[in-house]
């Protein structure tokens, strides 16, 4: 399973532990969090416990998930203000509603005019405080309905723009038309919108084809322990 290689006891995990998780992919935040808790559970003869995970990633996202127990879980909101940092691949020349892989590509753009110079100059411009609008495919409420259910209706609503901050984009490979990238944000930055702009920016389109969080704050995904 996972964490029982790690000594952990039942007065730690009341107090609060941070368990660090690679979410495997198409498994969703709160899946990791429900096999955690009943795991803990069933191992410590409890009845319940407080989990909670520090900032969702997406069921096609993999990679670290801050789990929080105990004590542990009234501090999920200073976790959730780390700095993340993501490794992944765009593709061009293509675009989907949901900015990624989870709904069909819906229209295609030229890209062969794509070089990597330019994918470093444009990626420059992301750098800093910016604008930004959620994908309509998120988990963002508004009138106490989650977007993608309003998405998946095929019902248009407005999502207001909200500011984060890149620390640095890297373009780390490009093998037309799939461009491997690194990404260091502040939390509320969804990677898919920067596909989206991204393609915009550089007169084409483009999708978020992979993704994985490899790091939060200090926590690092090599550290991580396997759940399945």
Known sequence: MFFLEKNYNLENILEGEVILI??????SSFDVVKKVRNRLCKNFNLKKIKVGHAGTLDPL???LLLICTGKETKKISGYQDMKKT???????????PSYDLETKVNQIYKYDHIEINKLIESSKNFIGKI??????????????KR?????RENKTIELKDREIKIY???????DRPYAEFLIECSKGTYIRSIANDYGKSLKSGAFLYSLKRTKIGKYSLKNALEIS
């Open 22 to 27: 690679n979410k495997p992919y198409k498994w």
């Open 61 to 63: 996202a993999t990679g």
């Open 86 to 96: 993501y490794k992944g691949t765009f593709k061009f020349g293509e675009t989907t």
């Open 131 to 144: 604008s930004q609008k959620p994908p309509i495919f998120s988990a963002i409420k508004k009138n106490g």
């Open 147 to 151: 977007s993608y259910e309003y998405a």
């Open 168 to 174: 640095d984009f890297e373009i780390t490979k490009y």
